[in-house]
């Protein structure tokens, strides 16, 4: 797999964890006591521990003795600077909390802003074992430079509405011939019309036809909850999955963020892309805002489509926890379909790394912790007394265990975090002036906002 | 409030800390740089910090800077020691979780089990800030000596199935005499019938006489979910609610379990006890069990009855996190009535420690940090990266927060951990004594069961 040259990453050896093996169907499966060993960014073998390695290897050595390997997780929908109105909008209406709260917040938003939120989302995403996320907003540029620098993996969708005109368009296209492929690959773009409701079908076209020119795909909100798909039943006829298709949004290859107004009419439509189209389900945000039917993931995955797992932003999950987000998917969805032994440990732990990879369009790079893939390894310590005794380690990621449980994060062989160290950002300089901007950033009575809600 | 008398506890002071104020109603507060005085177990006063002492004034001092303070989590439901079963019963039906799984584990129970299990559910709950629990278990004695030892608070219920027979209920009418008012007062008994449907109506009669006798309250599942109340209404005409109304367990008052199942023809009747009646909430299994509806929250709090925040026991809700519990109830009970606005983040909080208290009958000692009431206090960071900005503390520990922030948690005045090390429980032999009985707990090939699901 590796040519063995000298590189930024060289030879990395995880030596005596354990390691979760996802498989693409069927039950996870816990290997114990493994050597993972990493050759240029990636996994070159995942053999028993205490195997013969050639003359010459010389390698950096993580002890993972005790810990579980874990492919990282994705975070399949973000917007990532939003960490600086966490907490800053509660107890509000879906209305209120965009006209009121979120939109006129974001009005006030520098560049210089959003390099920090950016920076300090990945910061908490590191410290919580998630290694790839998708991402959707503004000033991208800054995302694209916080992920360059932290050595995080992202696809970053530049945010667009159609009311910002024309040039804003041209913006997002130049954005993505600039930095897809960037940070040595870890960095891809998808094209980031924000919804059928606030981008123009001449837009959507637009967009989908630069998205099938440059090999992106396309990330958008889509029948966020029930009540989006019956207004555009209303206003013009036809669901927000089939405006997708007649702007060939579909076509060009679409994660899909909420979904949780698809309908059955809509199955056979997205069947058709069902090789290239997912849906990123983050059922915090939809309790959080009284939102019933939730995805409906089971359709989706009998129809062939992809799920996967976000928070989307936390002004309104909170957190940027993927282990939340994935818990949360599993509890849901069974209570959903009224059906306990559905979405069980496994499925749900591939949905969050298997299905997030296929999400991003990066099933052959990431997603398991298997020779040929590149190397995002998260080891965790399951052995905290609310994980005892650990009867089953798939059960106790699933059910038990807390993003704190994380140890040690690998991105593209690079370690980030080590022993809960973070080593690619300063996080109290970071946390000082994200806190210098607060006063300035939840100030709304200029009454200006980025966008009206009115789908 | 105090004698100033020497006592076990002496003096305690928190010093600088944030404090969570819970009112009865209305918002919560955060009352900055404040003094926490405790004297014998008791909050003497809450104040600016840097006030002046009475001469020869000499205290334990905790340095509560940077953290915040808040009320001591109540967990109202759980049985503590099914932590030994933790993860070791996924993705099954109601039914099958009871009799393949649980009941037949549960008959491989001894009382040192036990007495490992209700140990190591004490840690846990320690380490995750919950002061208070309300349990219901078999060998009740075990677990009050494990509360006695590890200096938990808790209201123990002995687990009683008519299957036992007469011997067996004398034998927790016996324990509750022994034991209520134990531990220096920190041990509370309640009578505890399984459920109206493996209870006959004569045991509930009896058992709800020995509790007026003895001024105890009742513990009891009942109204689980809506098919038991379907199935109560079938057999006998009438729902398990108003089975507890004719046997007289509401009369003696009740702490009920889930009630998930209470029908709108049960809330006049609720409401005529709503001084003395309350209900548990435990959503994590209420959507892991794939149940539907959840408890009726806003009808319950509407006539006037106590609701409270558990876990159930780990066996199926994998951990005994009361922030984990009290966060799905708010997300929930959000989109149970379709109102994002309804069960706001002081609400929340409110039922998580003064609803906790109300239910276990201890309004009057703890639930608040207010001067009078016994000191079960908890110590939160707030200050990690997954918390930040902190525009909100209340929303921070209501939708951010993890158990793992939690640092310092002080009981009746005493400290049990002190900057994450706990005082008063061996941890790694106690997990090394968990571990050692996994195998033969885990192991139901004999086919033997402690009861049968069939309500």
Redesign the interface.
């Given at each position: 797999m590796s040519d063995r040259t000298p590189s930024r990453t060289g030879h990395l050896l995880v030596s005596g964890c354990d390691v979760l093996r996802v498989p693409p169907r069927g039950e996870c499966e816990i290997l114990r006591a493994q050597d993972i060993v990493v050759a240029d960014g990636v996994i070159e073998d995942v053999r028993p521990t205490g195997g013969p390695f050639g003359a010459g290897f010389a390698a950096d050595v993580i002890d993972g003795r005790g810990l579980l390997a874990v492919p990282g997780l994705v975070n399949a929908h973000t917007h990532s600077p939003m960490?600086?109105?966490?907490?800053?909008a509660?107890?509000?209406?879906?209305e209120?909390?965009f006209n009121d709260r979120v939109w006129p917040m974001e009005s006030n938003l520098t560049p210089a802003d959003v390099r920090i939120g950016a920076r300090?989302a990945c910061?908490?995403m590191i410290?919580?074992g998630v290694t790839t996320f998708a991402d959707h907003y503004f000033f991208p540029g800054q995302i694209a430079e916080a992920v360059t620098e932290t050595g995080l993996r992202a696809d970053i969708a530049p945010t667009y509405f159609s009311s910002r005109g024309t040039e804003a368009l041209e913006d997002t296209v130049r954005f993505a011939e600039a930095w897809h492929g960037g940070a040595d690959g870890r960095v891809t773009v998808s094209l980031g019309p924000h919804a059928p409701y606030t981008v123009d079908d001449g837009d959507l076209r637009t967009l989908a036809g630069h998205a099938r020119r440059l090999g992106l795909r396309m990330h958008i909100h889509a029948a966020e909850h029930l009540e989006q798909t019956r207004s555009s039943l209303d206003r013009r006829g036809i669901t927000p999955i089939r405006v997708l298709h007649e702007t060939g949004v579909l076509e060009a290859g679409a994660l899909i963020a909420h979904g949780c107004g698809i309908v059955e009419d809509d199955l056979p439509l997205l069947a058709e892309y069902a090789g290239t189209t997912a849906v990123a389900c983050c059922p915090?945000v939809?309790?959080?805002?009284?939102?019933?039917p939730l995805t409906p993931v089971r359709d989706l995955l009998g129809a062939g489509v992809t799920v996967a797992v976000g928070t989307d932003g936390a002004a309104g999950h909170?957190?940027?926890?993927v282990w939340e987000a994935l818990r949360l998917v599993?509890?849901?969805q069974?209570?959903a379909?009224?059906?306990?032994?559905?979405m069980?440990?496994s499925d749900t732990l591939r949905l969050a790394v298997r299905g997030g990879a296929r999400a991003l369009g990066l099933q052959n790079e990431i997603g398991a912790l298997e020779p040929g893939m590149r190397a995002d390894i998260v080891l965790t310590d399951l052995?905290g007394?609310?994980?005892?005794?650990?009867?089953?380690p798939r059960?106790?990621l699933v059910?038990?265990a807390?993003?704190?449980d994380v140890r040690t994060v690998v991105v593209d062989g690079r370690i980030l975090m080590r022993d809960g160290r973070l080593l690619t950002v300063d996080?109290p300089a970071l946390?000082a002036e994200?806190?210098a901007?607060?006063a300035r950033i939840?100030d709304t009575s200029h009454g200006r906002a980025v966008q009206h809600y009115d789908p």
């Amino acid at each position: 797999m590796s040519d063995r040259t000298p590189s930024r990453t060289g030879h990395l050896l995880v030596s005596g964890c354990d390691v979760l093996r996802v498989p693409p169907r069927g039950e996870c499966e816990i290997l114990r006591a493994q050597d993972i060993v990493v050759a240029d960014g990636v996994i070159e073998d995942v053999r028993p521990t205490g195997g013969p390695f050639g003359a010459g290897f010389a390698a950096d050595v993580i002890d993972g003795r005790g810990l579980l390997a874990v492919p990282g997780l994705v975070n399949a929908h973000t917007h990532s600077p939003m960490v600086l109105m966490r907490g800053a909008a509660e107890d509000v209406t879906v209305e209120g909390w965009f006209n009121d709260r979120v939109w006129p917040m974001e009005s006030n938003l520098t560049p210089a802003d959003v390099r920090i939120g950016a920076r300090l989302a990945c910061a908490e995403m590191i410290r919580s074992g998630v290694t790839t996320f998708a991402d959707h907003y503004f000033f991208p540029g800054q995302i694209a430079e916080a992920v360059t620098e932290t050595g995080l993996r992202a696809d970053i969708a530049p945010t667009y509405f159609s009311s910002r005109g024309t040039e804003a368009l041209e913006d997002t296209v130049r954005f993505a011939e600039a930095w897809h492929g960037g940070a040595d690959g870890r960095v891809t773009v998808s094209l980031g019309p924000h919804a059928p409701y606030t981008v123009d079908d001449g837009d959507l076209r637009t967009l989908a036809g630069h998205a099938r020119r440059l090999g992106l795909r396309m990330h958008i909100h889509a029948a966020e909850h029930l009540e989006q798909t019956r207004s555009s039943l209303d206003r013009r006829g036809i669901t927000p999955i089939r405006v997708l298709h007649e702007t060939g949004v579909l076509e060009a290859g679409a994660l899909i963020a909420h979904g949780c107004g698809i309908v059955e009419d809509d199955l056979p439509l997205l069947a058709e892309y069902a090789g290239t189209t997912a849906v990123a389900c983050c059922p915090k945000v939809y309790l959080k805002h009284a939102l019933s039917p939730l995805t409906p993931v089971r359709d989706l995955l009998g129809a062939g489509v992809t799920v996967a797992v976000g928070t989307d932003g936390a002004a309104g999950h909170n957190t940027l926890d993927v282990w939340e987000a994935l818990r949360l998917v599993a509890l849901t969805q069974k209570q959903a379909v009224r059906d306990a032994t559905w979405m069980t440990v496994s499925d749900t732990l591939r949905l969050a790394v298997r299905g997030g990879a296929r999400a991003l369009g990066l099933q052959n790079e990431i997603g398991a912790l298997e020779p040929g893939m590149r190397a995002d390894i998260v080891l965790t310590d399951l052995s905290g007394t609310h994980c005892r005794p650990l009867h089953d380690p798939r059960a106790a990621l699933v059910y038990s265990a807390r993003a704190s449980d994380v140890r040690t994060v690998v991105v593209d062989g690079r370690i980030l975090m080590r022993d809960g160290r973070l080593l690619t950002v300063d996080e109290p300089a970071l946390l000082a002036e994200a806190d210098a901007r607060v006063a300035r950033i939840l100030d709304t009575s200029h009454g200006r906002a980025v966008q009206h809600y009115d789908p």
